[in-house]
């Protein structure tokens, strides 16, 4: 087989390995979209939880969510809430890692395939 036979296929490796890194990022983009709802939940949930603390704290009269008995309960609402949240993001996150790994070796392939190339290009 000549040279110029082998950087012919050379190239057609490399588009196929452009491919394969184009479908690994577009996986990895899809795991980020499904991980920024889940962020913006838990912040929000934090964000009430932060609030009602104040609430309570500046109270000056009494609080009637907490004479009622309605604010433990709601409080350990949004703490079940954060959990199951955090289990999600922790399962996303893994399978982000895992994705982020398969798309480090897509783009070490497509690297290496166009080294290869622009060696035996350059010793034509």
């Known amino acids: 087989m000549t040279v110029k036979k082998q950087l012919e296929n050379l190239k057609r490796l490399q588009e196929v390995a452009e491919l394969s890194l184009n479908a690994e990022l577009a996986k990895l983009s899809e795991i980020k979209r ?28 009494f609080d009637m969510a907490s ?16 959990r199951q949240l955090m289990q999600e993001l922790a399962k996303v996150a893994e399978r982000r890692e895992v994705q982020l790994e398969r798309t480090r070796k897509a783009f070490g392939k497509k690297d290496a395939l166009g080294k290869l190339a622009e060696r035996i290009d350059k010793s034509l």
């Open 67 to 82: 004479l009622m008995g309605v604010d433990g309960a709601w409080d350990r609402w949004a703490a079940k809430q954060q």
């Open 34 to 61: 499904e991980e920024q709802p889940l962020r913006l939940r838990l912040a929000e949930l934090e964000a009430s939880r932060k609030q009602r603390a104040e609430c309570v704290g500046g109270a000056i009269d």
